[in-house]
């Protein structure tokens, strides 16, 4: 079941209070709608009454769509620092839901479900994306770490990242995005090729694909943020 609860929150622009209804869970077997919003950035998309003036809220839910395997805790980009905890605390709701402290039916549900954390909308958004294209999110994200080694320019800094935001076989589209605005900047688009290089080199990445998936977080950012998991 999708979940939404009123709450009272303050326009940025005018500062007049607004009910709202914030989404604490999508279901997005029983809502494909959601998914949809999702991808096209209009979910949680708030315009207040006062002034007209149109805002979104934070992502802070879980997302589950049990037909594709997806179960992602999309949490504020603001929270990306803190992701070790964030990890744990998601894969605490998880274990408990779907996983070895659930009940055996859930158990069972729970098999086919990836774990995943994503921090902000425009990550959430890129994970439902990578799916929709029939892509693997860890392969993704290593090749976003080949291409930094490529660009001839990185504009990578706390609060702007690389995302995938679209393409097929004839090349990924990328571009770098600010976390929190979600302003996008600089797009360029990669050729096919580099995605099956990538997936075809098991060996070559494993250390890599080891550390992405020491967590749910699966970002090539956990590499360059603190110290990471001990190994
Ligand atoms: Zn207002």
Redesign the pocket.
Known sequence: MSLFSQMNAL?P??G?TQNIAAVGSVNADRRPDLRAAILDDSFQLMT?A??G?GFRLEPLFNYLEVAKGQWIAAMPGREMPEYIEVEDRAMGVFDVSYGEKAPAAARAIGQDLKPRVTFGWPAVKEKLLIDGMGLDDITVEMMKMDLLRRLPEVPLSPGTELRLIGGGDGGLEFAWIETVSETPGQQFTVARELYDEIAGNAAGWAKIHKRLTDGPFVDMQKLYMGEGRAA
Do not use: F, K, L, R
């Open positions: 326009c622009n005018c007049a207040c006062e002034c003036h």
